[in-house]
């Protein structure tokens, strides 16, 4: 099992910012309004994300850190429209068969928190106000092959920087804020969604983009598109999210592009931030293991709507 876990741990796992990724991902499914990302050396050894949701009761504590043990979804059926970030219950497993982690956790009403070392199994009392803290350290010290793969500790948190940014500019009623070496780095205040693509791309991408917003059915988009001005100094700085997950997707950055060679007449590394809302029975999010790839059931419609939505914004600058 622990060697499965640790195969697992290859899809999932690929470098500190992937383990900040899923730990934000877990923070947000608790219904966290603060969010704490704490590095050393990239991240390399050790990563600390803490959030103040709902936590983990004591005897769930070991569950957690079981393979396939998730409390998110309860059936099949519920697969077909998860509105969590999380549902597959493996990346806590996974992780921890890579790295050595405690978990601490105290639920609501809870008469104090409890940790656990994932290692050992061994379960303390601890202190701690309502929220989980989970600990990584010394990621893939057991697997030096992987170990090696990795780059610099300058390399490794700009990646784990990136991937907070990632969920700040989608979750704008949550705090944020990044350390390392006991440094904070950058911290984004609970705000409006404006002021926060504002705090966390620069106040002058809002002057040098255009908002956009079409709702119709089962599908809304919205964002801003970056104007030739806004990709200066961001260039390839693209944003996409289903249902509020960061994804990557071919379909989309095809409609987009097309969008600005049609209006801009080619403008190579447009920067812009796109929220697409989809019934989730209509997009299939547990393409991979990471999450990032989704796989519409209309593409057609969804590439449509995109590029619609970029040719009226990006026209609309022009006049
Ligand atoms: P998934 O997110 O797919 O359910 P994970 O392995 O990421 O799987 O987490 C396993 C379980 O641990 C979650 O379903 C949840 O019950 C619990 N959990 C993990 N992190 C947190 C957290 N920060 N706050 C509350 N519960 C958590
Ligand atoms: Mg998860």
Redesign the pocket.
Known sequence: DELISQIAAGEVVERPASVVR??V???L??G?RQIQVKLMAGGVRSIV?E?D????PAE?LPL?LKRH????IASLTDLESVA??????????AIASVSEMLLA?RAEGAAHAHRIDARSGELQAAARAR??S?EVRELFFSTPARRKFLKTDATELAHCVEAVRRHALARPDVGFAIWHEGKLVDQWRAASSEQRLSDVLGADFITESRAFEHSAGPLAVSGRAGLPEAARSRADMQYVYVNGRYVRDKLIAHAVRSAYEDVLHGQRQPCYVLFIEIDPERVDVNVHPTKIEVRFRDGREVHQRVRHAFVDALASSRS
């Open positions: 899923e730990l991902d877990n923070a499914d608790a966290a994300v959030d949701g709902c936590g983990i769930q957690a043990a998730t409390s998110k969590t970030m999380g549902f597959r219950g493996e990346a806590l497993a956790s929220g989980t989970v």
